[in-house]
């Protein structure tokens, strides 16, 4: 019950009693204290006046007061009601009430300018709800995880994703993914109303790690370079020297043979040095409009005799009226044909090549059903130098790796759990 509905039944009360005692124990009897009696019932009446306005509505004001504060409403004030005590309460009470109104603009401040600030980073932010389920992303972060702008973030299917959740809390890692990309990835929480909000931040170092690579490997592919090919000149120069006088001797036919057997080995160290200094000097693209269909058609031509003698098909599914893609097409065929091959010996022996083109988004996607690429495997793919094959030198996906780059391509290679390997490139509008 509240405070004024007490108040007024005690009111109700004290008139009632004076009245009845006056009626009951005067009445009639004496006129002079009936006056008297009617007279004291009025200043009780004023008194009780007095006392609600010096009492109870302070006290009524103070639990307006309790009521703004459970409804956050800060921006209202109390006003003087004229009675000491009260009105020190009041101003007490409006001071806080100041104070947490600044308090509570300089927090949204706050949260604005760090907003704008996880907007606005390069560095990827993702947020957990308590479920674990993604919360939100900031543009860096979608874009990180090839997400579009708009749907809803809990469809994602990213392997950039599946790594971060195995990261444990508190700690950073490098990871690398089949697109090529380093990412650093560090997963942390922060306390929300007692409870641990999870996220991860991620810092794509590419860029970095690639001049960093690059350096490296140039300076030691010219240190092998300048070596093998000084010795393999003068030795080669020996041998043919060897050779010719050797070869009007009698007898003398097998020791030739086998010097020519190792001039041609010679050569071949050459020609492998050479593989490798080509990497390093990829020239700058010569772009000009060129018709994605029309490329993927001829480079399809010329693995064909190579593909049908191990029985693998080549299909292709190329969507008609693509827009022209601005590249090197020197390059771009060697590309492409590095791609086919490294399909094709994935495969070995009888299978499937599907070539296809997409207009939206603009994209170039190389598929096979070869023995497919491990999460191990996938961690290194276009490391300088690496390679599954016994014999490969480590520079087919490197070349392609430099050569997309060059072009501002996005690219990505992993096998789905369909088994389907998949080379992807996604072409910027940059006509």
Do not use: W
């Amino acid at each position: 019950m509240k405070l004024n509905t007490l108040f007024l039944i005690l009111v109700l009360l004290i008139l009632s009693a004076a009245g009845l005692f006056t009626y009951l124990f005067i009445g009639e009897k004496n006129n002079e204290l009936l006056f008297v009696a009617e007279g004291l019932i009025v200043v009780i009446l004023f008194y009780l006046i007095y006392f609600y306005h010096r009492i109870i509505k302070p006290v009524y004001t103070i639990a307006n007061g309790m009521d703004l504060l459970k409804e956050q409403d800060f921006s209202s004030r109390l006003g003087r009601v004229g009675q000491v005590e009260t009105d020190r309460i009041v101003d007490v009470f409006n001071r806080i009430m100041e104070q947490l109104k600044n308090e509570r603009l300089r927090l949204r401040e706050q949260n604005h300018f760090l907003d704008l600030l996880i907007e606005a980073s390069p560095m990827g932010v993702v947020v957990l709800n308590l479920n674990e389920q993604l919360q939100s992303l900031n543009p860096a972060a979608r874009r990180f995880l090839n997400f579009p702008k708009e749907g809803d973030i809990n469809g994602i299917s990213s392997p950039l994703l599946d790594e971060l959740r195995q990261i444990p809390a508190g700690t950073s890692q490098i990871i690398r993914v089949g697109d090529s990309n380093v990412y650093k990835c560090t997963h942390s929480f922060f306390m929300d109303r007692g409870f641990r909000h999870h996220f991860y931040l991620i810092e794509m170092l590419t860029e970095e790690v690639f001049k960093a690579e690059k350096k490296a490997y140039e300076k030691v592919i010219r240190m092998i370079s300048h070596e093998v090919n000084n010795s393999t000149a003068g030795i080669t120069s020996t041998l043919d020297t060897l050779t010719t006088t050797l070869g009007s001797a009698d007898g003398m036919q097998d020791v030739c043979a086998l010097l020519q057997t190792a001039i041609e080995r010679c050569y071949s160290m050459s020609r492998f040095i050479t593989n490798f200094a080509d990497v390093v000097r990829i020239p700058e693209p010569q772009r000009a409009p060129t018709s994605l269909n029309e490329l993927v058609i001829s480079c399809k031509r010329f693995m064909e005799t190579i593909c049908m003698n191990r029985q693998i098909e080549i299909r292709m599914e190329l969507e008609d009226a693509l827009p022209p893609v601005n590249i090197d097409r020197t390059l771009f065929e060697q590309v492409l044909v590095n791609i086919i091959k490294n399909s094709a010996e994935s495969i070995g022996e009888r299978g499937t090549i599907c070539i296809r083109t997409q207009a939206r988004p603009l994209s170039l996607e190389i598929s096979d059903n070869g023995k497919g690429i491990s999460r191990e495997t996938e961690a290194k793919l276009f490391t300088p130098f690496f390679s599954t094959k016994p014999t490969g030198q480590g520079i087919g996906l490197v070349f392609i790796r430099e050569v997309l780059v060059k072009h501002g391509c996005r690219f990505s290679l992993r096998t789905g759990e369909d088994g389907m390997t998949r080379f992807r490139v996604e072409f910027s509008n940059n006509l």
